[in-house]
């Protein structure tokens, strides 16, 4: 917060022709070419992006990862963050699932007719810290602009390229029975904060969402745990139960869950129950599912709790022979129970 | 066209639950899950797909280039062609014009609730198509959904990466005065074709649009001349003149261009008339603009007319000292004007 208020005091607004977004800055012509000189391009300055050609030229070496995410978030913007932060760290997380460190990211929005200049730069300013922070640059991009009414003030979408760590070997077939299944923190803040905010709600929370860069912390456990991670998810669209359920369906394993392991703070369990939603279908924005070798899982833990984020990181559970392609969950109070995929629409457009 | 009737016998539709796209094929949930298992992850089939993992794990090395592009297209069905060969080929020729052969791209759709399956459906079969034409891959993906009226039945973000042609060196700084300015085909073809579709427009023509891959002749031109080849640029929104405008204005050179060299077809100057289009301004999907070195215009022309698209390229210009960052058009009745960036909005959501 502190971060980008200070950013905000660096980088004024600068001076655009109109106070909102027109047809025209989508043209192509000189109204985009001004959009982009005095906003984005002088913004996100970096050599490669200085290029300005229709793409951005590098050398690259070896074993990578690349990933692509469309973020159609409403409210765009949310207690802990906006649609900015939120597709910047979204790739960036989803490159380190892959055992990759992000480095290179394309950024192309579609942008609705009459969305602010004030809104838009707000939301570049945003993009600006989330690279800043997690150390990547943005190199390619693209505006394209809607009619009013034919989008929703503005998509984002992030596609992302880096260097996949060595000696590590994230993949579905290293998943074996006996491996602990540990989550890095508390469930379900990043569906619960936009939630609030959706029309209709009333009720006010001081919960914010989750969303952060998660390339460090990884680079960190995969550093020095190597080959001993089997899997990494982030739970986002779908929570929890839908990953463990992906991972079940396709290790053909089975996956036993203990319900009073699974962190999920007090007043984000509050408002679930509030809203009628179950915290483990809930969108996360800053947390990951580690699949480990069980003779790692109480120092991978423990590193995991050492990190700023990872005060609640927990052990949840473990990798069976039994039940195949089945999730089960050890009630609080006693008893077992399966736990499905997400089915039909809980939360929609959450990220 | 032959090839994208081939495809769809041998591809039938999916028997999909829905008859159209809902807001739970966006949840993450076993809606998105069976939309993309027997839809796009089985038509697009590829083994760096199938790790079904959050992003696609690749070998590269050495210089790479990267582009993205939202297509926003409307009406999303157009002669000689759909959004989906448009996205994919799109993004092919932007890396083509960086002297690059894509080789990987991201798939990412935000569908509007509401899209049929079966329009779905024929666009993820052009996108097939066109994928094997040009002899990419897609290897990574998304699908989002946003409610009725916050989008337009689809947009499609491609991202791509491929390796960039060793002995290339296209970069603005190459341009020098004296270089010739050649364009690989008639100009202005996408744009009146989608125009003619557009409501409230009831002239008919069997003009089609231009979209194709560019790798191909762009690789065997670059083979043949290397470093010879100082830049080059897709007249896509915004038409030659902007593209012509842009080189000038980064170049801080002047450009000369000959009107009666600049290859319209008949059919399609009749349209720009009657629909008050110059086009000069009009999008093109399947044009190139290169500058070359003055002693190969004659070779280069010579080989991109054995082309099959190539037969009305023609030297249309070319590079000078004079009138710095200033596009000046003899005509053809005699006098030199200045040719302008397109100012303002000429076709909204052409590509």
Do not use: C, K, L, N
């Given at each position: 917060m502190l971060e980008s208020i200070k950013m905000e005091l660096q980088c004024p607004m600068p001076k655009f022709d109109f106070d909102m977004i027109t047809l025209g800055h989508g043209s192509g012509g000189t109204l985009t070419s001004q959009l982009l000189e005095s906003g984005a391009l002088k913004l996100l300055q970096n050599d490669l992006l200085d290029q300005k050609h229709d793409g951005a030229i590098f050398n690259l070496s070896g074993k990578v990862a690349m990933s692509t995410d469309t973020f159609v978030v409403t409210?765009?913007?949310f207690p802990g963050g906006n649609i900015g932060d939120l597709a910047v760290n979204g790739t960036i997380n989803d490159l380190a699932m892959c055992g990759a460190t992000a480095k290179y990211l394309s950024l192309a929005f579609v942008l609705e007719e009459g969305l602010t200049m004030k809104e838009f730069w707000q939301i570049l300013l945003s993009i600006k810290s989330a690279c800043e922070l997690a150390g990547v640059q943005v190199v390619t991009g693209d505006t394209k602009v809607v009619e009013r009414g034919k989008g929703d003030k503005i998509f984002i979408n992030t596609t992302g390229i880096g260097p996949v760590l060595t000696k590590t070997n994230i993949a579905i077939q290293q998943v074996v029975p006996g491996d602990k299944i540990i989550l890095s923190g508390p469930l379900a803040r990043h569906g619960i904060a936009v939630m609030s905010l959706r029309q209709g709600l009333q009720f006010e929370t001081t919960i914010t969402s989750d969303t952060r860069p998660l390339n460090g912390i990884v680079s960190a456990l995969l550093n020095e745990f190597g080959e001993q991670v089997h899997l990494l998810r982030d739970p986002t669209r779908g929570g929890l139960a839908t990953v463990l359920n992906e991972i079940a369906r396709d290790t053909k394993l089975g996956i036993d869950v203990v319900q009073k392991s699974i962190p999920v703070e007090e007043e984000v369990y509050g408002a679930c129950e509030m809203l009628g939603l179950d915290p483990l279908y809930v969108a996360n924005e800053g947390l990951f599912v580690a699949i480990v070798d069980k003779n790692i899982g109480d120092d991978f833990l423990k590193k995991l709790q050492e990190?700023?984020?990872?005060?609640?990181?927990?052990?949840?559970g473990e990798v069976v022979d039994a039940h195949p392609k089945q999730v089960l969950m050890q009630s609080s109070i006693g008893g077992r129970r399966v736990v499905n995929m997400l089915a039909g629409e809980q939360l929609p457009r959450i990220c």
């Open positions: 409210p765009v913007f990190w700023e984020h990872g005060e609640m990181s927990a052990i949840i």
